[in-house]
């Protein structure tokens, strides 16, 4: 089992920046891609961006390159997002989401945090 507990969302104006954080606990998750996705009401879930935990590999959605960076901190097991230049569309619950490496689903999802981004 992998535990997920995200962090960091609120109410920021356009072109603002937020930090999500998703702490980890369980499992050694040295061999897990982590990933973050968000879901807007109505809409369905979508991918915005992962990071290989062993070796940092990191990819992202078209729609947040340039301005979302995915990172991660070893020594305390936590993935980061950090979103620059925040838009409407932006607005979104966001979801921490943890996968082996071999699988193509993700395994263990944490409970979502909500980002609101003001025009």
């Known amino acids: 089992q992998v535990q997920l507990v995200e962090s960091g969302g609120g109410l920021v104006q356009a072109g603002g920046s937020l930090r999500l954080s998703c702490a980890a606990s369980?499992?050694?998750?040295?061999?897990?891609?982590m990933g973050w996705f968000r879901q807007a009401p109505g809409n369905e879930r979508e991918f915005v961006a992962a990071?290989?935990?062993?070796?940092?590999?990191?990819y992202s959605a078209d729609s947040v390159k340039g301005r979302f960076t995915i990172s991660r901190d070893n020594a305390k097991n936590t993935v980061y997002l950090q979103m620059n230049s925040l838009k409407p569309e932006d607005t979104a619950v966001y979801y921490c989401?943890?996968?082996?490496?071999?699988?193509?689903?993700?395994?263990?999802w944490g409970q979502g945090t909500q980002v609101t981004v003001s025009s």
């Open positions: 990071i290989r935990w062993s070796g940092g590999s990191a």
């Open positions: 369980g499992r050694t998750i040295s061999s897990y891609v």
């Open positions: 989401a943890a996968r082996l490496v071999i699988h193509r689903e993700y395994d263990y």
